[in-house]
């Protein structure tokens, strides 16, 4: 295996003969996969050390059960303002977490030179409401183009990780378990690193500057070479749709064979799959963002209101101003609970 762990090392300096403590702090509607790989990875950490030098444990704004996007239940202490810091901060947000209690102590570590992880849709909540970060800021890729779209984020990559001034924001989810591995890779010696990777059935262990496998395109393995080319042009021209004719004189298929290669992998034409990635690339812009729907219908190549509204009941069922509206009902409901606490 080829182990290339990230370098993401506190910023206090931490040594090969100190212990680390984390503390993560849950919000509701967080993801079961990033708390579990976050806490399986320590785990096998102190096994493949032999002792305990990872140690964490689960706050919240609130003492009692936070419930996960999925129904798990974790009990959580209370994170008092300014008291009872760990070495390091891991935050596991929700969707609705537009108003994050973490953020004031995530900024009372960050002046104690501690580090602070923020995944996913804590990275998100991170980048809506800071106008200048000091360095880069990333999140996972379903994000960044909705963040693109509606506001101007200079400093936005798409690598799996960036550290701007200890506050660390993160792609998350299936990454997490690498990420793990990047933060507490100054306390393991390179044989450690490695079984720690095959511990977990990490093939490789990526480095933080890695881009994201953000498109279909990515999975290079699951698909025929020109199938793979045909998904990345698609891609990469969703605004300006390009004639089937075009598409395929640059993959080097004919348009007969082209359809072929689809209806085997896909049992769809070419055609069809194009607009259903377009479909789903206006989608996450009507539920990420605030953006006008004619300017979704230009971004996603329809080019008309009307149009887009076809496309999207074709393919979801529901119109796009009712995904809106669904969207702006949830927010209410949270406003509320806010508002009545």
Do not use: C
Not at 213 to 222: C, M, R, S, V
Not at 249 to 275: I, W
Not at 282 to 296: F, H, N
């Amino acid at each position: 295996m080829a182990a290339q762990p990230p370098v993401l090392s506190a910023s206090s300096g931490a040594g090969a003969s100190r212990r680390r403590s984390f503390e993560l702090f849950v919000t509701g509607g967080f993801s079961e996969l990033e708390l579990a790989a976050v806490t399986h990875t320590l785990s096998q950490a102190n096994e493949t050390l032999a002792d305990q030098w990872f140690s964490w444990r689960y706050v919240s704004d609130a003492a009692g059960l936070v419930k996960g996007m999925s129904g798990m239940m974790v009990r959580a202490e209370p994170a008092i303002m300014n008291y009872g810091f760990s070495d390091v901060m891991i935050v596991v947000g929700g969707r609705q977490d537009d108003k994050p209690a973490w953020l004031a102590r995530a900024r009372a570590m960050q002046r104690q030179a501690r580090l602070v992880v923020l995944l996913s849709d804590a990275a998100t909540v991170y980048i809506i409401s800071t106008t200048q970060p000091a360095g880069g800021v990333t999140t996972h890729w379903r994000d960044i183009a909705a963040l693109e779209e509606s506001g101007y984020h200079p400093n936005l990559t798409t690598r799996f990780s960036e550290n701007s001034d200890g506050i660390v924001t993160a792609a998350g989810v299936g990454a997490t378990a690498e990420l793990v591995i990047g933060l507490i890779a100054s306390e393991l010696q390179a044989p450690h690193v490695a079984e720690l990777g095959n511990r977990l059935l990490l093939h490789t262990i990526r480095k933080s500057d890695a881009e994201q496998p953000k498109d279909i395109a990515d999975n290079e393995g699951l698909f025929d070479i020109h199938v793979t080319q045909a998904i990345r042009l698609m891609e990469d021209t969703i605004a300006e749709p390009m004639p089937m004719a075009e598409l395929t004189a640059q993959v080097g298929l004919s348009t007969r064979h082209l359809e072929r290669v689809f209806r085997k992998v896909f049992n769809d034409s070419p055609a069809r799959f194009y607009k259903k990635l377009r479909a789903k690339r206006a989608r996450t812009m009507i539920e990420e963002t605030l953006m006008p729907m004619v300017d979704i219908a230009v971004a996603t190549g329809f080019g008309s209101v009307n149009t887009l509204s076809k496309a999207v009941k074709d393919e979801y069922g529901m119109t796009p101003s009712k995904m809106r509206a669904r969207r702006k009902i949830s927010l209410l409901a949270f406003d509320e609970d806010q508002s009545a606490r």
